[in-house]
């Protein structure tokens, strides 16, 4: 079991920053993978970066150039960090633990962190 908290949400202008930090606990002996996600009122969660085990990050094009993910195995958690904020950015965000071959498909997910940007 894998459980999942995520912290750092709040209030900002547009331009502003905000760091996001998923902990993680639980035992696992999987490779994987934790990803975010975004859901504003009214829209589709959308992905929004992720990590592999071995560091490699992935960005939507959306938030490329602006957020930064970044993961402290010893503290077990992952970051999310938001520069050049935009009004947009706006929604609740979510981290996702989700497992990777050859551990059979699962994920976990976090209760979510609000981010409002104001312009």
């Known amino acids: 079991q894998v459980q999942l908290m995520e912290s750092g949400g709040g209030s900002a202008q547009a331009g502003g920053s905000l760091r996001l930090s998923c902990v993680v606990s639980g035992f696992t002996s999987c490779t994987y993978a934790i990803e975010w996600y975004r859901q504003a009122p009214g829209k589709q969660r959308e992905f929004v970066s992720g990590?592999?085990?071995?560091?490699?990050?992935r960005y939507a094009d959306s938030v490329k150039g602006r957020f930064t993910m970044s993961q402290d195995s010893a503290k077990k958690t992952v970051y999310l960090q938001m520069d050049n904020l935009k009004p947009e950015d706006t929604a609740m965000y979510s981290c996702?633990?989700?497992?990777?071959?050859?551990?059979?498909?699962?994920?976990?997910w976090g209760q979510g962190t609000q981010v409002t940007v104001s312009s």
């Open positions: 990590i592999e085990n071995d560091g490699t990050t």
């Open positions: 996702q633990w989700l497992s990777r071959p050859p551990c059979m498909k699962i994920n976990y």
